[in-house]
């Protein structure tokens, strides 16, 4: 197989970007929720349609995040050894 052929060191010491990417995750999840409800505020207040536009595009980023959150939480999970054994 190709992948068992390959040269170099990156297969031994690569390493994970997944707390980089959970670190961008909350903050992409906490602004995206905060801008979500300033943008959701506008919109009731001043009737402008570009507001409800600016509120669903942050929600959407929000939601986003927070998906990648449970995939990086399910990631780190299955990597972890399990220490206990069921009787």
């Given at each position: 197989?190709?992948?068992?052929?390959?040269?170099?060191?990156?297969?031994?010491?690569?390493?994970?970007a997944l707390g980089v990417r959970r670190v961008l995750s909350i903050i992409a999840l906490v602004?995206?929720?905060?801008?979500?409800?300033?943008?959701?505020?506008?919109?009731?207040r001043t009737g402008e349609q570009v507001w409800v536009w600016e509120a669903a595009i942050a929600a959407a980023v929000a939601v986003v995040a927070a998906i990648d959150l449970l995939?990086?939480?399910?990631?780190?999970?299955?990597?972890?050894?399990?220490t206990h054994q069921h009787r």
């Open positions: 197989m190709w992948l068992r052929d390959r040269e170099g060191t990156e297969p031994v010491t690569a390493r994970s602004l995206g929720v905060v801008a979500a409800v300033f943008f959701t505020v506008q919109a009731m995939i990086i939480r399910h990631r780190r999970a299955s990597r972890r050894p399990k």
